[in-house]
């Protein structure tokens, strides 16, 4: 009874289909419980440093109703953006309903589409890979798949991570390095693969060029089926997405920096080269993306059996406080610098 906690992620996507049901005042309900709700819940709850059992994990881990709430998200998802773009192009809306509608489907693109892929992709079964990412497609950021998995994990905290921003860099710097150099690096890893195998790289072997058409149908057929108010409306919930998506990443390896080693080389990817919070609400809203350093540590494992690890850097507030803060770039540095200043003292005792 008490893992049907994370249901509470589906109230969401919920509150994205009644916003775009009410409309009015309501088309901010998801707005409005995302940074304004979630962040006076959290300040007001304790957080949770509880870990599941060792013993536990393994049986934990077979238990298929985890796995449900990560596939239900798929309908949920394409469900919510088809009547999105069937509204905004259907219906005589104003200016701020259609704005606060566009910026509530986009957080649940980027916390139910993306996040969900996330977790999807870093499992071995093809099931799993494959709604990870369709997960992606309405984000327009199926590359993610590639680059996350292959480029970020090995090179997190490290300069050659276009996603791990650097300290005393602001957020909307950070957008434009990630985004771009992520895009890059899917390129070259796919490039890399493609050639070690003895493979051609333009074909549709290439999953970059897979992607990159998959994606251009996807926008056609919106653009066919619903004009150009829809070809636009598709475009603006995938920016919001990304950017939600790469502001997480901003504040998860916000200045911690991995030492280089004699070889040269990085050292290990270890608890302390992410941020963690174990604030409850967004724990459960994110499927446990907010214990970031173990899933770094180890990131096979599976969202319901991650720790809090005592020796990772903890970020004073929860996730979507923390956003609000690096958008607003000196709060963010004056709440962020001294505990970085504390962690990396501590890093080198």
Known sequence: MKD??????????????????LQG???????????????????FTPQSTENVAPEAEPERTKIHFFDWLLFLNLPIVFGLVGAYLYNITHNALSISEILGLTLGTGIVLGANGINVAHELGHRSDRAARFCSKLLLLPSLYQHFFIEH????HKHVATDKDPASARAGQMVYVFWFQSILGSWRSAWRLEKERLLQDGKNVVSLGNEMIRFSLFQALWLIVVGLSLGAVGFAGALAIALVSVLLLETINYVEHYGLRRRMLASGRPEPVLPIHSWNSNHELGRIFLYELTRHSDHHFKATRKYQILRHIDESPQLPY???????????????????????????????I
């Not at 998995?149 to 970020?152: A, E, Y």
């Not at 996730?319 to 803060?325: A, E, H, K, R, V």
């Open 4 to 21: 049907a906690k994370y249901l509470a992620a589906y109230i969401l996507p919920l509150s994205a289909a009644g916003a775009l049901y």
């Open 25 to 43: 005042v309501w088309s901010w309900a998801t707005v409005v419980l995302t940074f304004v709700v979630i962040p006076v819940v959290e300040i």
């Open 318 to 348: 929860g996730y979507p406080t923390s956003i609000i803060l690096a958008l607003l770039p000196p709060l963010w540095f004056a709440v962020m610098h001294p505990r970085l200043k504390n962690k990396t003292a501590t890093m080198a």
């Open 149 to 152: 998995n292959r480029g970020h």
